[in-house]
């Protein structure tokens, strides 16, 4: 069984940083897709970032020069490093996994990461 478990999250003011780390456990596929996703009430999931298990990386443009995603293979664990945050991230932050074939412009939607972490709170304020 599959478990991704999130933490990292807290509160921070506008411009500060955070790092954020999902642990997985049980995948046992060599290709896969390890995303960060984060929603915010009232609106819907949005794909922040995912990193292919080659390496590949790609970023909401939202994010962009200031989220960096990472892997561990080693310890099994993926990272968010968020730098320059704005109030507009504040959100709870998922991550999530799968395999699936996509094109690059649908690699950040939802519906085809089939494991799903519980989510960690990042709030920024100003």
């Known amino acids: 069984q599959v478990h991704l478990v999130e933490s990292g999250g807290g509160s921070v003011q506008v411009g500060g940083s955070l790092r954020l780390s999902c642990e997985v456990s049980?995948?046992?596929?060599?290709?896969?897709?390890m995303g960060w996703f984060r929603q915010a009430p009232g609106k819907e999931r949005e794909g922040v970032a995912a990193v292919h298990s080659d390496g590949r990386t790609i970023y909401a443009d939202s994010v962009k020069g200031r989220f960096t995603v990472s892997q561990d293979n080693a310890v099994n664990t993926l990272y968010l490093q968020m730098n320059s945050l704005k109030p507009e991230d504040t959100a709870m932050y998922f991550c999530?996994?799968?395999?699936?074939?996509?094109?690059?412009?649908?690699?950040?939607?939802?519906?085809?990461?089939?494991?799903w972490g519980q989510g960690t709170q990042v709030t920024v304020s100003s």
């Open positions: 999530a996994a799968g395999n699936f074939d996509a094109a690059l412009t649908n690699i950040l939607t939802a519906r085809l990461y089939m494991y």
């Open positions: 049980g995948y046992t596929g060599r290709s896969y897709y």
